[in-house]
């Protein structure tokens, strides 16, 4: 629990603005009493001398003067005097206009960085999604100007790698494509020539075609991922997620059956409706599917869940399994990231699956959240917003 206020920099500058007010009243403070005191020693002594006695009675009277001179100033200087009212009036003004100076201290430091907490604001807002916006700070050229300035270059750097990279792996696995073809081209014709065709040829031709199916899999994910990641959303409209989860489930009915798996699929009364690609929900929804038929132990089991939960449509997948590492399952939506052969006896996939799941997620304006089960196996949970027709109806009806 933080009991001590945090240490920001306006804080500090409140701090120090108080510190110099009280040390300098302080010192103007002392100086005064000083003054005082010296013109007072002053003055007795000018009595004393101006009236240097010339004879007894002379004398008499300046004793007399003398006397009364230091009777006075020990008065002003004694507890209820006028030296001492000055010094108990001074030290309580100094008091008050510390405070009133801390006070005042608090406010230039807020207005004098509010410009730094707007860049920081901004800046916190930007994602690799917005990674045009800039913040294009106005005023007078300072130090806050050319951080601002300094930030926009960082971010149109940041801007152009990404980019790029999103651009070369879209176009890496559109040309990969033509060599693939031509690959599997010359396999058939090796195979299909007339005569006899060696058993070696045949399981080598067999293999072959196993890898150049992984590959062409693998440019495939890639594509995907790079649109996702892009923000390319081809023909937007609204989609079912229930109807989309139940086709990518009866696709796959024959892999299920394969592994004796028990599937259970509870929709959503309304359809769970979200605004986006249905290509790539499609392809969301069978990459977290095939990740749970493929991961799971033989006579296992699949719950596929999905509901509208206030202002999104949420899709839950759950599978049996042995007990995962947290600190593993959060490195999955990272491409090429496996939890291993050791997971379910089985080392097929590129590590793409659950990457591309998220980056659709995330270009759809949602989530992945991925979770250890205690008592073993994986729990996705996918968070996308609603539909806007829907999201309106929504609110409509919780107005009423």
């Known amino acids: 629990m933080r009991i001590l206020p945090q240490r ?20 103007l403070l002392a100086i005064s009493g000083g003054v005082v005191v010296g013109r007072s020693s002053v003055q007795a002594s000018s009595v004393q001398n101006g009236l240097a006695p010339q004879s007894a009675l002379a004398r008499a009277h300046a004793q007399i003067h003398q006397l009364q001179q230091q009777l006075a100033n020990e008065r002003a200087l004694a507890p209820g005097g006028l030296s001492h009212n000055l010094l108990v009036a001074g030290v309580i003004a100094l008091g008050i206009m510390t405070v009133v100076a801390v006070l005042l201290g608090w406010v230039v430091a807020g207005r004098a960085l509010r410009p730094l907490r707007a860049i920081t604001a901004k800046t916190r807002r930007i994602s690799a999604d917005s990674l045009h916006e800039r913040l294009t700070m106005t005023g007078p050229r300072d130090e806050l100007t050319e951080l601002a300035d300094t930030i926009d270059g960082l971010l149109a750097r940041l801007e152009g790698a990404f980019a790029a990279q999103r651009r070369f792996v879209a176009n890496a696995s559109h040309e990969l494509r033509t060599p693939l073809t031509t690959m599997r081209a010359s ?3 090796a195979v299909a020539k007339p005569g006899p065709v060696p058993p070696q040829t045949i399981t080598l031709a067999g293999r072959l075609r196993s890898e150049l199916d992984q590959v062409d899999r693998l440019l495939d994910g ?3 991922l790079a649109r996702a990641q892009h923000g390319d959303l081809p023909g937007h409209t609204p989609v079912s997620l229930d109807s989309v989860v139940s086709a990518s489930l009866a696709a796959r009915a024959d892999a299920i059956t394969a ?20 290509a790539l929900l499609h392809r969301m929804a069978d990459n977290v599917i095939e990740n749970a038929i ?10 596929v869940i999905t509901v509208t939960d206030g202002q999104a449509a949420r899709l839950v997948v759950e599978t049996g399994g042995e007990v995962l590492d947290q600190a593993q399952v959060d490195q999955l939506t990272q491409p090429f990231r496996r939890l291993g052969a050791d997971r379910t006896g089985s080392d097929s996939g590129a590590g793409l699956g659950l990457s591309i799941v998220a980056a659709i997620a995330e270009a759809h304006g949602g989530s992945v959240r991925l979770t250890a089960r205690p008592e073993g196996g994986l729990l996705v949970a996918i968070g996308l917003p609603l539909a806007h027709t829907v999201a309106v109806a929504v609110g409509q009806e919780v107005r009423a």
């Not at 493929?294 to 719950?303: E, L």
């Open 222 to 224: 890639l594509l995907a």
């Open 187 to 189: 396999v058939d014709v």
């Open 294 to 303: 493929g991961h799971n132990t033989d006579g296992g089991w699949v719950s």
């Open 8 to 27: 920001t920099v306006r804080l500090r500058l409140t701090a120090l603005y108080g510190i110099l007010f009280l040390v300098s009243g302080a010192v």
């Open 259 to 278: 592994r004796k798996l028990t599937v259970h699929h509870a929709a959503g009364h309304d359809g769970a409706w979200v605004d986006g690609s249905p």
